[in-house]
């Protein structure tokens, strides 16, 4: 069975950093790319990051560009997100979501239950 | 404001059918076949129910189905359950930058 468990979320103050890690299992990790999405309370879904399988290639959103950092371990089977210089606007949930086919196209068909970031003084 | 657009909310009563659209432009909907749909309850994460505009994942029931006509694209869901009562997000594939696509602001649907 594939799971995707996120884990290091908190309440953070501005301008603090936070690393999520995101531990899979139940598929070859190592054989596809991730993704980090996130979803703001009470509002929609956003992409924030993705990563190929061999780390070759990483595309950020605009958001997040210069601030966050994607990386992933496949000896570990995990996958993290670097997050510095946080702001209010970072508050969310943050899912890891695994790519059904190629980068870039959002289809993702395992997604873990998110770990929740809040940003706050 | 969402890059792509859905209606707020719609609703239906069991064994009904009703259809969500999402529309965009040519440079995203309109102009790729990578359109999919995504099913979230509250409290819960996001499940994939169609992609590629028309395909079911496995599992996924065959009440979902997926089109599109132009730079809109819809979800039908079939004899509706009390259980399809959920948030739905449509997302596409974008050629205006490099992301991992664009979403639609999500559809409330209730069942009555």
């Known amino acids: 069975e594939v799971q995707l468990v996120e884990s290091g979320g908190g309440l953070v103050k501005p301008g603090g950093s936070l690393r999520l890690s995101c531990a899979a299992s139940?598929?070859?990790?190592?054989?596809?790319?991730m993704n980090w999405v996130r979803q703001a309370p009470g509002k929609g879904l956003e992409w924030v990051s993705s990563?190929?399988?061999?780390?070759?290639?990483?595309y950020y959103a605009d958001s997040v560009k210069g601030r966050f950092t994607i990386s992933r371990d496949n000896a570990k089977n995990s996958l993290y997100l670097q997050m510095n210089s946080l702001r209010a606007e970072d508050t969310a949930v943050y899912y890891c979501?695994?790519?059904?086919?190629?980068?870039?196209?959002?289809?993702?068909?395992?997604w873990g239950q998110g770990t929740l970031v809040t940003v706050s003084s | 404001q969402s890059a792509l657009t859905q209606p707020a909310s719609v609703s239906g009563s069991p064994g009904q059918s009703i259809t969500i659209s999402c529309t965009g432009t040519?440079?995203?909907?309109?102009?790729?076949?990578?359109v999919s749909w995504y099913q979230q309850h509250p409290g819960k994460a996001p499940k994939l129910m169609i992609y590629?505009?028309?395909n079911r994942p496995s599992g996924v029931s065959n009440r979902f189905s997926g089109s599109k006509s132009g730079n809109t694209a819809s979800l039908t869901i079939s004899g509706l359950q009390a259980e399809d009562e959920a948030d739905y997000y449509c997302?596409?594939?974008?050629?205006?930058?490099?992301?991992?696509?664009?979403f639609g602001g999500g559809t409330k649907l209730t069942v009555l």
């Open positions: 979501a695994r790519d059904l086919k190629y980068q870039l196209l959002p289809d993702w068909d395992y």
């Open positions: 139940g598929f070859t990790f190592s054989s596809y790319s």
């Open positions: 990563i190929s399988s061999s780390s070759s290639y990483i």
């Open positions: 040519s440079s995203d909907v309109g102009g790729y076949n990578y």
């Open positions: 590629d505009v028309s």
């Open positions: 997302s596409s594939y974008t050629s205006s930058s490099t992301s991992g696509g664009v």
